[in-house]
């Protein structure tokens, strides 16, 4: 049988990086299945008429990003695509002095450890052993979810504590709310460039994702509109608050928009305002709109402290017992101590005291990278954990993001933030806090605007 290759007039400068690319997507899409062998790096040069040496630089890229793997006198061999929607961070820092601007993670100082310290410390006193003793109720404790009101009033949001749920964090909360409000087959509409787990959790639950046309702001109405006129979709799901991959601020006459055409459909909404609070201009949530057809969740991970995995999932009253089903299903209910901890730093005010430190922090960060990136085309926020950089001509995102690794520097290219079917951005998203150190942050912001400066070409050269 003979293995697929690409058609040799796809392929664009450099065209290492075109064939890598194109060969790495017929591995994502199953063309070229694991446990398949390669051809040899001389046969697809014969195929493509290409250089031996530019087949082995093809191969050496899809080594990096272990999609393929080389067995001494067997030839190369497919190892396997990343999972759906695999997450478009590195898990590990950077060796040898590199730089992770790949993971989307708030800010910490030694504040926070302290913070963390102290609330350990004070856990026992006044602990209501339900928390450990229990594995009910499964919406959640009442005091937490009296807390969750609280947070969700400095979020923008009036909801009674019987209308809150209790979650480990936003990804609990989207599992519970995709599975309550669709079924398999039934079609969410989502912005084009969306959440990547979001484009994974359709995916693995037998959805249909439909990526609508948007602009700075976010989903343009008309699209909705006329997407609406001709399909059935059931929910629409919406990152208004900077929680896009393009930091993007929603404003209120947009999200007003979206919100009639919503209710002319009768489309439930999943709204994700993951930062919470620490943005100072963001318009009130869609949920305050839309009540009685909207589920927004947020979570302390992305204001407070990545592992405070707790959340709240602020929902109508007749989805409450779909959604606390689903609960179920997935977790039984949010770990009660965990939720403790938070409820406890909603009422003495440190989560809001972290959430406003967050601020300052991303402001003098955003300030550094629109200084190291002055002239490129990125859009940001000032409270926004990452930024978007839309590439120059002759890059794809791919290509920019495995010539950044030769220089120690990890960025996420677009690729998993899209929606199906919806074409390369040719962008990638860099985080703004995943550096910790500022000098080291701008070092890095400085090595991409080098790498910017330079053609494609001339930074293959540089890179291998």
């Not at 194109?22 to 299945?33: F, V």
């Not at 923008?156 to 995709?178: C, D, F, K, Q, Y």
């Not at 919806?422 to 000098?439: H, K, T």
Request: hydrophobic fraction near 45%; proline fraction near 8%; charge should be neutral.
């Amino acid at each position: 049988m003979t293995m697929w290759h690409p058609d040799p007039e796809s392929l664009t400068s450099p065209l290492h990086a075109s064939l890598a690319q194109a060969l790495a997507k017929a591995i994502s899409d199953g063309r070229w299945a694991k446990g398949a062998q390669l051809p040899t790096h001389r046969r697809m040069a014969e195929q493509l008429g290409l250089s031996v040496h530019t087949v082995s630089k093809a191969y050496d890229s899809l080594r990096r990003q272990r999609l393929i793997d080389g067995q001494v006198g067997r030839g190369s061999f497919v190892t396997g695509p990343e999972a759906a929607g695999s997450p478009p961070y590195r898990l590990q820092s950077e060796t040898g002095g590199g730089f992770d601007l790949s993971i989307s993670r708030p800010l910490f100082a030694q504040l926070h450890a302290d913070r963390f310290q102290q609330a350990l410390q004070q856990l026992p006193e006044g602990l209501d052993p339900s928390c450990y003793l229990s594995t009910r109720p499964n919406a959640g404790h009442e005091a937490h979810r009296q807390a969750g009101a609280e947070w969700l009033r400095i979020c923008g949001l009036e909801v009674p504590a019987g209308r809150i749920l209790m979650t480990n964090g936003v990804s609990h909360g989207l599992s519970a709310a995709l599975t309550a409000l669709a079924r398999p087959g039934d079609t969410v509409v989502a912005d084009k460039i969306t959440h990547h787990l979001l484009v994974s959790a359709c995916a693995s639950l037998g959805l249909t994702l439909a990526g609508l046309e948007m602009d700075g702001d976010g989903m343009l109405p008309d699209a909705l509109q006329e997407f609406c006129r001709n399909n059935n979709p059931k929910a629409l799901f919406l990152l208004p608050s900077l929680a896009n991959a393009t930091a993007g601020m929603m404003p209120e006459a947009r999200r007003r928009a979206l919100v009639e055409v919503a209710r002319r459909h009768d489309l439930l909404i999943i709204e994700n305002d993951a930062f919470g609070p620490v943005a100072e201009d963001r318009p009130v949530p869609v949920a305050a709109l839309a009540p009685e057809r909207t589920v927004y969740l947020t979570t302390f991970t992305k204001c407070t402290l990545p592992g405070l995995r707790a959340g709240y999932l602020a929902a109508p009253e007749h989805l409450l017992p779909a959604l606390t089903g689903r609960i179920v299903v997935f977790s039984w209910m949010a770990t009660p101590l965990v939720c403790e901890l938070a409820s406890r730093w909603v009422r003495d005010g440190t989560a809001l005291e972290l959430a406003r430190w967050q601020r300052r922090a991303l402001a003098e960060r955003h300030a550094i990278a629109a200084e190291a990136l002055q002239g490129w085309n990125w859009q940001g926020h000032p409270a926004a954990l990452h930024l978007w950089l839309t590439l120059p001509g002759g890059w794809t995102s791919e290509g920019f993001a495995a010539y950044a690794r030769q220089l120690n520097v990890a960025v996420a290219p677009d690729t998993p933030f899209l929606a199906p079917r919806v074409p390369p951005q040719n962008a990638v998203r860099i985080s703004l806090g995943s550096v910790q150190d500022p000098d080291r942050f701008r070092q890095a912001l400085e090595l991409l605007a080098g790498m910017l400066r330079q053609p494609p070409e001339a930074a293959a050269a540089l890179a291998f």
